[in-house]
Each structure stands twice: as structure tokens, then as C-alpha cells.
């Protein structure tokens, strides 16, 4: 038998556990994080200190402002990666933004028609779709390195847009198919009573109400592409067309390279997707969610 | 009524076809075309460098995986990975998300903070868990020894067992986010009153999460079971960077081995056949997950 404590005595386990978990957690999620955010920020000899600072005891840009003007022993040491930095974030925006809006282009169309329009084959359609999204990159990455080397695409722009509009689309439809959804039928009904065409309905009155849904699934291609590395490694050789995951990597696979250049390369290329991510972060929620609880 | 449907000449059907059409042949080009053309491959004796000796050798390639031990220990390390990965990450990403599902101060902060290994890219994941697992300079050794539990600085990386482990580590900081996200969607369809009977009832909490919400979350567990697990299956981003598939082949997971085939040795014909094999495994799950989808009823289209 428990003896009774009256409620106030009564010690808040269940708030002590909660605290004490989301305390944890939110180390365990932003410590590493920080770790390298820390170190972009440190000279050299603080960061290999042992033991280590953890505040950087004298904060330098010079890791930062080595990849537009390198000092001699940088430019000696971090050797290619070290320019190639700045092209390459260029190259990821123009990529990623070509292929979110490729991707709004193609998938708009397909999501109006599964949420307005009940047809024949609709769910095998579906389905269809979201096999190619559960299709492995590396399952198609050799045909596609041949192809684009026969057609002369390598190491370009159009190769990776297109091989990445292939991840995103899938996902863009049904992302946007549940978004459209919730866009109330009497709107079009209203401006089809008013004589509007489709597609001036569609883009005076439709889109621009389901506006937050275009906007959360151009986000969700942004990050695909901006993130996306094994094509990219396969796809590029030069600063032409490098993505930053690729001189990121570079980073990382060069012995020589000092870690504080290499965590400031690595903040650079988590910045605009996790900004993304912070400000879109309900919707993103819920299209994740949609995207596999719903089905 | 029908002076409408008169003035629309097309079926919906048509109409349909029509709207999917452009995301259809984008698709079918250069989705549908390459996986068919990589089988192709894959019966070829085809690398860049001897393009002479280029030929079809119909099966050649996948009866050598069978006594190819690089691609039979590639593929024990993916299905190890796959079941550490797999075991941490959800264990997390279940108590992440009931914590996250409860009202208390702070919580908006801590779901932004959940999104933050979700916006990493995979390479920057890689080298980032490389500065902290470095055996000179690396957070985890400063922050042990700092906390007076190790006396030396190890290194983490070095042995076969090691490298496994923390690669893994590294992996579902990665993923976990997402599953977390899964849950979370789950457990917030639980209606309250339930949780108020059972608290009528005098339920624990164990009690509670056993009875109320366990039942509610077997469908987005599943879900998050196998998502992660194709997740696993084909990392590779996170394991390229930071440990390049060593040491020795002790984190060569199946994808790596598979890139390494192809860029390094050129060989196309052997690493499409690693492909197809990847590919298959996968289908085969992601026909349970869209099995699953149609079984809970939740595939209304």
C-alpha cells in the first residue's frame, strides 16, 4: 500500500524526468553543432589545444575570410578546397533554387489533379511516384554519370538539376497534393462561374491561396538539392559546377587541412538550409508528416 | 448542368493524365530508363579504362558477388549498421517525441533545436563528428577527460569495432530528427480523453503510455522502422567523410563499396550489379511500407 502524501509534499517526479530529458536532449542535439560553429571561429592553436577551449578565447573571421583572400600559408595548406569555397556555395544556390522551382513547375500540375480530379488509376499513380522516391540514388547514379557523359553534361548545372529534380518531385506531389487539398473547392467554382479560363484560374485564384504549401514544398527541393552529395561527387570535377557537400568533403578527405577552415566550410553549408528550416519549421513539420504518416 | 458539361470536352480522367504528364515523362526518363539501362550494365563486362574489353557476359557479374568477399562483408556491415542505426534511433526518437508531446516551458526551443541534424547536410554531418571523435584534439576526448572519465585521449577511430560504432553514432544524430517528426505527428492524433480516462483510472504513467498510446503509435513506428531502415541501408554521405569506409573495410557499407567501385576502379558492370542488389533489398521494403499504407486504410486518395 502507498501511504497518501498530500498533493502539494508530493515530489514533481514526472517535471523532474521532463526536465531533465529535455535538458539532455537539447545538449545532445546542439553540443556538436556548436562544437564546430565554436571552432570556425577559433586560430588554429586554440582549436587543437588539449584541453580544448571550448569558447574561443580570441575570435578570428580568418577562416572565414581565407576563402575570398587566402593568406600564403592557407592558400599552401587548404590548396584547392580552400578556393573553391566560395564558387561552390554559388553553385549550390543557382542548383538548389533551379531545382525547386523545376520542381513547383512539373509537380503543381500533377498534385491539382490528384486533389480536385477523381480518375482512373489514380492510386497506382500514386504509388507510382512514391516508388521512384524509395529508389536508391546509387541504383541510377551509373546510367545517369554515362548518359550525361555522352550528352557532354558533365560537370554542369543541367546534370545535377535534373538528377535532383528525380529525388524531389515525388515528394513535391504529395507534399503539395495535400496542400491543395485544403484549398476550399468554391474558390475555382467561384471564378469558374465568373468566366475565368483554367489556367487563369488556376493563377489568379488557385495558387495564390495555396501560396504556403508552394513555398514549403519549393523549400523541402531547395534542401534535397542543396544538400545532395554522391551525384554531385559523381557529376562534377571542377569549380564549374562543384556543390559545397563535394569541397566540404574535400575538406575532410585532405590530410593537410586545418580543422578550424574545415568547420567554417561546414558552417557556411549548413546555414541556408537550417535558416530554411528555422523559419519554415511548421510547415516543413507538417510535410514530413504528411509525407508518411498520411501515406 | 449539362450545358457545362457539354462546354468541357475532356474526361477527368484525360484531364488528369494530361496535368501528370509532364512529371510523368520527367520521371520515366530519368527515373524509369536509367534503372532498366543500369541492368544492362550490369550484364556487361564494362570499365572506363579497358573500353576494349567491353562485352555482355549476361549473369557473370552477379554470380561473382557470391564469392565476392568484399561485397559479402559490405553487405554484413550494412546490416549491422542498419540494425545499430536502427535500435539507437528509435529508442531516441520515442522518447524525444513523448517528451516533446507533453506542455512544459521551453518546448517550442527544443523542437527547433530537433531540426537542427535535420537540415545538415550529410558531409558537414561527417566532418563534423570528426572534429569531435579525433584522436588529439577531438571534443569527446576534451570533454571525457574533462569530466575525469578517461585518463588519455583515445583514439576512437582506429579499431574496426570502434569506427563501426561512432559511424553509427554520427548516422542517427543524422536521422534522428526525422523520426522524431513521425512520432511526434502520431502521438498528437491520440485523443486527450483517452489520456483522461486512463488518468481517471489511476493509471501510471508506464501504465499510460503502455495501453493509451502505444496502440496509436504502432503504425507511425512501423513507418519510422522502415523509412530509417532504407535510411541505413544506403548511407553514405555521413560514413564517406568520416571514416572513408575504414578501418580496413569495417564501415564499407554496401553503398560505399559501390561508389568506391565505380570511382575508383571504373568498373560499371560489377557496380551495377552492386546497384541492382541494393535496389532489390530496398523494393522489397518499401513494398512492405506501401503494403502497410493500404492496410491501415490510411491511402485515401
Known amino acids: 500500500m502507498t501511504v497518501k502524501v498530500p498533493l502539494r509534499y508530493r515530489i514533481p517526479w514526472k517535471k523532474i524526468v521532463l526536465y531533465v530529458l529535455a535538458i539532455g536532449f537539447a545538449l545532445y542535439l546542439v553540443l556538436p553543432f556548436y562544437w564546430i560553429v565554436a571552432m570556425s571561429f577559433m586560430h588554429e592553436v586554440d582549436a587543437i589545444s588539449v584541453p580544448p577551449h571550448w569558447i574561443p578565447s580570441s575570435p578570428t573571421l580568418e577562416n572565414y575570410l581565407g576563402f575570398v583572400n587566402p593568406s600564403e600559408s592557407q592558400a599552401l595548406v587548404g590548396g584547392r578546397a580552400n578556393e573553391e569555397t566560395p564558387y561552390s556555395l554559388r553553385n549550390s544556390l543557382i542548383v538548389a533554387t533551379c531545382t525547386a522551382v523545376l520542381n513547383l513547375a512539373l509537380a503543381t500540375f500533377a498534385a491539382y489533379s490528384f486533389s480536385r480530379l477523381k480518375f482512373k488509376g489514380s492510386q497506382v499513380l500514386l504509388v507510382l511516384y512514391l516508388i521512384t522516391r524509395m529508389v536508391p540514388g546509387i541504383a541510377i547514379i551509373i546510367p545517369f554519370y554515362l548518359l550525361m557523359r555522352s550528352f557532354g553534361l ?7 538539376i535534373l538528377s535532383y529534380t528525380t529525388f524531389a518531385l515525388p515528394i513535391t506531389i504529395w507534399i503539395l497534393k495535400d496542400f491543395f487539398r485544403s484549398v476550399p473547392r468554391e474558390l475555382e467554382e467561384a471564378a469558374r462561374v465568373d468566366r475565368c479560363g483554367w489556367f487563369r484560374t488556376m493563377w489568379s485564384v488557385f495558387l495564390p491561396v495555396a501560396a504556403p504549401g508552394l513555398v514549403a514544398a519549393g523549400v523541402f527541393a531547395f534542401m534535397t538539392a542543396w544538400n545532395e552529395f554522391m551525384f554531385a561527387l559523381f557529376l562534377t570535377s571542377t569549380k564549374a559546377a562543384k556543390t559545397i557537400p563535394v569541397v566540404a568533403a574535400n575538406f575532410a578527405t585532405d590530410f593537410n587541412t586545418q580543422f578550424t577552415v574545415m568547420a567554417a566550410a561546414g558552417v557556411l553549408a549548413v546555414v ?16 514530413m508528416a504528411a509525407g508518411s504518416v498520411k501515406g | 448542368m449539362s450545358v457545362i458539361e457539354a462546354r468541357r470536352p475532356w474526361s477527368d480522367t484525360a484531364k488528369a493524365y494530361a496535368l501528370n504528364a509532364p512529371a510523368m515523362i520527367v520521371i520515366a526518363l530519368l527515373v524509369a530508363y536509367p534503372i532498366v539501362y543500369s541492368f544492362w550494365v550490369s550484364l556487361q563486362r564494362n570499365n572506363l579504362k579497358r573500353p576494349r574489353a567491353k562485352r555482355f557476359i549476361g549473369l557473370e557479374n552477379y554470380r561473382s558477388l557470391l564469392t565476392d568477399d568484399a561485397f559479402l562483408s559490405a553487405l554484413r556491415v550494412s546490416a549491422l549498421f542498419v540494425l545499430v542505426v536502427l535500435g539507437f534511433t528509435v529508442v531516441l526518437a520515442l522518447i524525444l517525441a513523448l517528451v516533446l508531446n507533453e506542455r512544459f516551458r521551453g518546448r517550442g526551443l527544443l523542437l527547433s533545436l530537433a531540426l537542427l541534424p535535420w537540415a545538415m547536410p550529410g558531409v558537414v554531418n561527417g566532418l563534423m563528428w570528426r572534429t569531435i571523435f579525433d584522436a588529439k584534439t577531438g571534443a569527446l576526448n576534451g570533454l571525457l577527460s574533462q569530466l ?127 546497384a541492382w542488389v541494393i535496389t532489390a533489398i530496398t523494393l522489397l521494403i518499401s513494398i512492405g511500407y506501401i503494403g502497410l499504407l493500404y492496410r491501415k486504410g490510411n491511402f485515401e486518395v
Open chain 1, 154 to 160: 558533365l560537370d554542369t548545372y543541367l546534370a545535377l
Open chain 1, 272 to 287: 541556408p538550409p537550417l535558416l530554411l528550416a528555422l523559419i519554415f519549421q511548421r510547415k516543413l513539420v507538417q510535410g
Open chain 2, 148 to 274: 575525469g572519465l578517461i585518463d588519455t585521449y583515445h583514439a576512437w577511430l582506429t579499431s574496426g569495432t570502434g569506427a563501426f560504432f561512432f559511424t553509427a553514432m554520427a548516422q542517427v544524430w543524422n536521422t534522428l530528427p526525422f523520426s522524431v517528426i513521425i512520432l511526434l505527428a502520431g502521438l498528437s492524433t491520440i485523443p486527450s480523453e483517452l489520456y483522461d480516462a486512463a488518468k481517471v483510472d489511476r493509471a501510471g504513467a508506464f501504465q499510460r503510455f503502455g495501453q493509451v498510446a502505444l496502440p496509436w503509435l504502432l503504425h507511425p513506428l512501423l513507418i519510422v522502422l522502415i523509412l530509417e531502415t532504407m535510411n541505413a541501408f544506403r548511407a553514405f554521405d555521413t560514413i564517406y567523410v568520416l571514416t572513408g569506409g575504414g578501418p580496413g573495410d569495417a564501415t564499407t557499407t554496401i553503398a560505399l563499396l559501390d561508389v568506391q567501385t565505380v570511382l575508383t576502379f571504373t568498373d560499371f558492370g560489377l557496380g551495377s550489379a552492386y
